[in-house]
């Protein structure tokens, strides 16, 4: 994949942008891109607008939300696909496992209680996740250890991803 959502914007590949600068050239390229300004134009002209000003808007809507960066810019590196959830470390991928049985546990048993510690739990490994995984875009951005910052940006994503499905999971037991 290519990174060019980012030089649409002329801004580096990174994963914490400046959000104004980032929202300030999307404007201006919103304005200078809008359909109004060309209605009297040749039919191609105006369907090259109006294909720039759709590219423009899928460029902005990635870019500024941050969940959505994050795996575009992991996409460019080549770092997420498909088939990469098995790259999880065995600890990780056991902590999940015992988490899951006993979600289904306090499922099975109807304990709120329980399913409630279970959802405080994932909910931790979330805030500790993303705590480092700032730490990592920060260093990454910054230009220190690229390549080693961006496996630990990876990990902490793709088990997120996990965690993700377990949260979505405490809650639909939670709220049957």
Known sequence: MEDQYFKWFDIPVCFLPDEEQLRQKY???????HPDFYTLEAPSVREEILRKSSFNNEAYRILSDSNKRLKYVLEIYGLVDGETSNSLDQEFLLEMMELNENLMDASMEGDKDKLELITLQVEQIMAILGEESQLFMTEFDAGKDQQDNLLRI??????????LRILENCRKFANP
Do not use: G, M
């Open 154 to 163: 990876r990990d902490a994503y793709l088990k997120r991803q996990y965690i």
């Open 27 to 33: 404007y201006t390229l919103s304005r200078s891109l």
